[in-house]
């Protein structure tokens, strides 16, 4: 019988298969594997440094990786604390892996024990993995055939019995982090227009004037990937303008953009890219704050640049879930 005969879900009492479950799992998860949300699963050292570590609350996606379990994933999850001893070293140091992993006897190709009871397990169990290079960055490149996802690595000094937070590195990654994106812009200013140089750094102006639009910051969203363009400046002075272009996400800011426009003779549109990657800290997610394009010119120039009738700018910004503040 080439199928696996009951589909989920069919009536009649058939009985369904644990692989079809799994590949409800593995679908839900879009094939993905890893934390559920940025805070799950952290590992910490205890507040009192000792021979263990705690790994918080939180829940998992975990493809199975056993022999013929294609598009198959458990879903696990941790209600409260769990803790994990780590033995000391001696006169070497020594890295460690922590991971989440599922230990099935009954999947096809493992040879995990029986637990005690088949009923209840457990199945599921936080493990180090000791003595694995300091460079290592997954179970995959350890274990390959491992159900499990990684958590942390701890890299211990010799000579070490108690673990330190500075010693663990977090290197969890999200199952399906979220995004989201926000275009806004501006086409047009008439009445003479708004220029940029006249206010000098360490000052900054809004540029151009009633570039500002109120964003709302998702309440998950750890960190925001900003995009602005002034689109067809113009140089009308026969002066070299010299000067600076950011944006500003609330109190938020991006580095600087550069422009540097010297000519002589007929009028010169411009166009300058700036923006960057900001961190978006706990108070300010799920608040609404301005979006602003900003500018500032250098006090050893005394050329500007116009924003016109002509001109276009854009503010683009992507908010993004992220489990670590190191991915940036």
Avoid at 151 to 164: E, F, K, V, W, Y
Avoid at 237 to 245: E, P, Q, R, T, V
Avoid at 273 to 299: H, K
Avoid at 306 to 313: E, K, N, P, V
Wanted: a negative charge; aromatic letters at 8%.
């Amino acid at each position: 019988m080439p199928w696996d005969s009951v589909p989920w879900f069919t009536e009649g009492g058939a009985e369904h298969s644990s692989e079809i479950a799994r590949l409800l799992a593995y679908t839900a998860f879009a094939g993905s594997e890893g934390i559920i949300g940025a805070g799950d699963l952290q590992v910490k050292a205890l507040s009192t440094p000792g021979a263990t570590v705690q790994i918080t609350s939180g829940a998992c996606a975990v493809l199975n990786r056993s022999a013929g379990a294609a598009y198959q994933a458990y879903a696990a999850r941790l209600p409260t604390p769990d803790q994990v001893s780590i033995p000391g070293t001696g006169a070497s140091p020594r890295s460690d892996l922590i991971v989440a992993r599922i230990e099935n006897p009954y999947s096809y190709g493992e040879t995990w024990p029986n637990p005690a009871d088949a009923k209840v397990g457990p199945y599921v169990f936080s493990r180090a993995i000791s003595g694995v290079p300091n460079t290592t960055k997954s179970i995959r490149q350890v274990r390959p055939s491992d159900s499990a996802i990684t958590l942390a690595r701890i890299d211990i000094p010799a000579n070490t019995s108690s673990i330190t937070q500075a010693m663990i590195k977090d290197l969890r990654e999200m199952a399906n982090p979220r995004r989201r994106r926000v275009v806004r812009y501006m086409h047009g200013l008439r009445t003479g227009g708004d220029s940029v140089g006249d206010i000098k750094n360490p000052a900054w102006e809004e540029f151009p004037n009633g570039c500002r639009w109120p964003i709302e910051i998702p309440e998950w969203a750890t960190s925001a990937t900003i995009i602005a363009n002034w689109a067809g400046l113009s140089q009308k002075n026969a002066k070299d303008s010299y000067g600076y272009l950011r944006a500003r996400l609330g109190s938020l800011t991006t580095l600087l953009t550069n422009f540097d426009c010297d000519w002589e003779g007929t009028p010169q549109r411009h166009t300058f890219i700036g923006g960057g990657t900001v961190s978006i800290p706990s108070e300010m997610r799920g608040t609404v704050q301005d979006a602003v394009l900003e500018g500032s010119g250098n006090p050893a120039y005394t050329g500007v640049l116009l924003a016109d009738a002509g001109s276009t700018m854009f503010y683009d910004v992507e908010f993004v879930e992220s489990s670590r503040e190191d991915t940036f």
